[in-house]
C-alpha cells in the first residue's frame, strides 16, 4: 500500500517513515504543505497521514482542497491540535482519522489499517483468499491448514495490493505504483518475478495471469498461468 506521509518535523518524519516501510507500506514523505498539495494531485496515493502545522501552506488548507478537486484519498490527520474544536475543523474539511501527538506507533498502525479495510468496503477483519489470510502485524501469511509462510517486504506489500481487489485485475503499472516508492519503470519485469514467487510461496492457481491486462487474485474456481 502506497502512503503520503506530510510531516514538518524531520526526525519524527524520518522515524514514522523507517517504521511504516518496517511495516509494509511503500512511504513517499515530504515536509511542506506545497510539495504535500502537488504530490496528493499527481500520485495514486491509497492513504495520507497528515501534519496540520506546515510550512509553507497549512495541512488543513491542502486536505480542502483535495476535496474541492474531488480527491477522495483516505487521509490520517496526525498533529499536536488536539482540542475539540480543532478535531470538528478536521474532520470537517475531510479527514477521515484524527490522531493527537503524543501517540503510540501501535495505534497509528492500527488506525491506518481499519482506514483502508474501509475504504475498500471491508470490514476490519483480516484479510483473506482462497484458505489464506494475511498477518499484518508480522507479515506472514497464514494457510487455515496452519502452514505460515514468511513474506518479504515487496511480497507482502503485493500481497496485501492483491487481497484488498480480490476478483480485479491489477496491471503490472498498478502494482508498481502500490508496492514501490518514487516512480518506477512499469515496463519492468520485477512484478512478474514477485507475482512468480508469490505463487511459489502459496500457490500458482491463487494468482491468475491476464494477458495484456495484468493479473488478478482468484477466487472461488479459476486458475491462471
Known sequence: ???????????????????????GYAVDACADGV????????EPYEMVVLDLGLPHRSGLDVLRDWRARGITVPVLVLTARDAWYERVDGFQAGADDY????????????????????????????????????????????HQDGREVTLTAIEFRM????????????????????VYEGTHDADSNVIEVFVNRLRSK???ELIATRRGQGYVLVTGAGSGG
Open 1 to 23: 500500500m502506497r502512503l503520503l506521509l506530510v510531516e514538518d518535523d524531520d526526525l519524527l518524519r524520518e522515524s514514522l517513515r523507517r517504521d511504516l516501510r518496517a511495516a
Open 35 to 42: 510539495e504535500a498539495a502537488h504530490l496528493g494531485e499527481v
Open 99 to 142: 490522531l493527537g501527538k503524543p501517540f503510540h506507533f501501535e495505534e497509528l498502525l492500527a488506525r491506518l489499517a481499519a482506514l483502508a479495510k474501509r475504504s475498500r468496503g471491508h470490514a476490519p477483519a483480516p484479510l483473506s483468499a482462497e484458505g489464506w489470510h494475511l498477518d499484518e502485524a508480522r507479515q506472514v501469511a497464514c
Open 159 to 178: 500481497l496485501r495490493c492483491f487481497l484488498l481487489r480480490p476478483g480485479q485485475v491489477l496491471s503490472k503499472a498498478v502494482l508498481i505504483g502500490h
Open 202 to 204: 502459496l500457490g500458482r
